[in-house]
């Protein structure tokens, strides 16, 4: 048995709500709901957070070194922006997936670019909120 952190950024509390064309009509708390009865499939347990601001994201982060096997996260527009959490990641020996709904490289230019992508395992786009879904198989089937 394993354990799982998921980790959802700024503007995540907003979805079904926020640009349903771009993100589907799922809450946050269907998706959370969807991974955990993933997760338990696989006798794992999955903790689900969200918060719009970056030092909770990072503390959260920094706690996961201690207890969890993975992480999966989808920092949102801090994707983009944040040295902070990219360094936060980089300090821990958990492994942590980027995870975003829709497919940053087909959207405005100033998305293309992940400042966690290279210190992330792995990064997982462009397939909606299942997205969530083919990160928690890729932990539990390694």
Not at 26 to 55: C, F, I, M, P, R
């Amino acid at each position: 048995m394993g354990k799982l952190l998921l980790l959802n950024g700024p503007n995540l509390n907003r979805l079904g709500k926020r640009e349903p064309d771009i993100y589907g009509d799922e809450t946050l708390k269907d998706v959370e709901e969807k991974a955990k009865q993933l997760a338990a499939s696989y006798d794992w347990e999955l903790e689900a957070k969200q918060s719009n601001h970056e030092g909770e994201l990072i503390d959260w982060i920094h706690q996961a070194d201690q207890g969890y096997n993975g992480i999966i996260f989808n920092p949102g527009a801090y994707t983009h922006t944040s040295i902070a959490l990219r360094d936060a990641i980089a300090s821990i020996a958990v492994p942590v997936l980027e995870v975003h709904i829709s497919n940053i490289h087909q959207r405005e230019s100033f998305r293309h670019q992940s400042m966690l992508a290279p210190v992330c395992s792995g990064q997982i786009v462009g397939f909606g909120t299942k997205g969530y879904q083919l990160a928690i198989i890729s932990f539990v089937q390694t």
